[in-house]
């Protein structure tokens, strides 16, 4: 078994992180898990979008797409404000997409 190469370039630091840090950086990758939050993300990364058109997009129920959303909210990956009685939704910005982006493309690669 060959050891892991370092993948620190000298203009990038080595990754450190408080146990604050830890903790959030779990509660992501926790509602990173689910296919169906994830789903959600990739819409959002299009732009923001109010929950009847997510549960549209989805063809699921209201219910189910709220809790999803609730744990995405949970987590600081999407951000929502409300306008009348409608209640939209986006990503909380762009390091989000940047992870939905990255986990993706290494889902994607083989071996």
Not at 39 to 45: A, G, T, W
Not at 54 to 66: D, I, N, P, T, Y
Not at 77 to 91: G, P, Q, S
């Amino acid at each position: 078994m060959k050891p892991a190469s370092s993948h620190n370039s000298p203009d990038q630091p080595s990754v450190a992180a408080s146990p604050a840090q830890l903790e959030a950086a779990g509660a992501m990758f926790h509602a990173l898990r689910d296919p169906s939050r994830l789903r959600l993300l990739i819409l959002l990364s299009r732009g923001e979008r109010n929950v009847t058109e997510l549960v549209e997009a989805e063809q699921a129920k209201l219910g189910s797409v709220s809790a999803r959303l609730k744990v995405l909210h949970a987590a600081r990956l999407v951000k929502r404000r409300r306008e009348a009685k409608h209640v939209f939704y986006a990503l909380s910005d762009d390091h989000v997409l940047t992870l939905l982006n990255s986990v993706l493309a290494h889902a994607a690669e083989q071996g």
